[in-house]
């Protein structure tokens, strides 16, 4: 698998925790999940939030995974728009941990580092095309 700036979650809560600022505000995920405002805490929310979630579902049997991000890393600043941050990289670097207990391979890649996104990305799925 190959993503560029992808959340390993879509949990509000985990993502304020991940994340932090106002980037559980994503004005997306409210419809994304067909809750009203006064639904987004219920047992029913919970259940959404942990089903949306890819981090929930890994198994020792996942491809690896390359994953790409160009936000700025570190905090959030303190005036933080909602939703700024959607595509942190600290959701990738939370899937290459949960990834790495698993012992499979994750790959995170960041704008600072020089990487040449789509040069990476077409070698990455090229490596694992199978003949």
């Known amino acids: 698998m190959a993503v560029i700036g ?3 979650t879509y949990d509000p809560r985990v993502i304020r925790e991940w994340i932090g600022g106002r980037a559980h505000e994503h004005p997306a995920l409210e419809g994304f999940f067909g809750l009203t405002r ?3 805490d219920s047992p029913r929310a919970l259940k959404l939030y942990e089903d949306a979630s890819p981090i929930t579902h890994l198994t020792r049997d996942d491809p690896p995974v390359w994953a ?29 941990e949960k990834m790495m207990q698993l012992g499979l391979s994750c790959q995170i890649r960041h704008k600072d580092e020089g990487a040449d996104p789509f040069r990476e990305l077409t070698t990455f799925v090229k490596q694992r095309l199978k003949p």
């Open 68 to 96: 790409y991000y160009d936000e700025p890393r570190g905090p959030l600043p303190a005036d933080a728009r909602p939703g700024q941050g959607i595509h942190h990289i600290n959701f990738g670097l939370k899937l290459r």
């Open 6 to 8: 992808a959340q390993s």
């Open 38 to 40: 006064a639904e987004l």
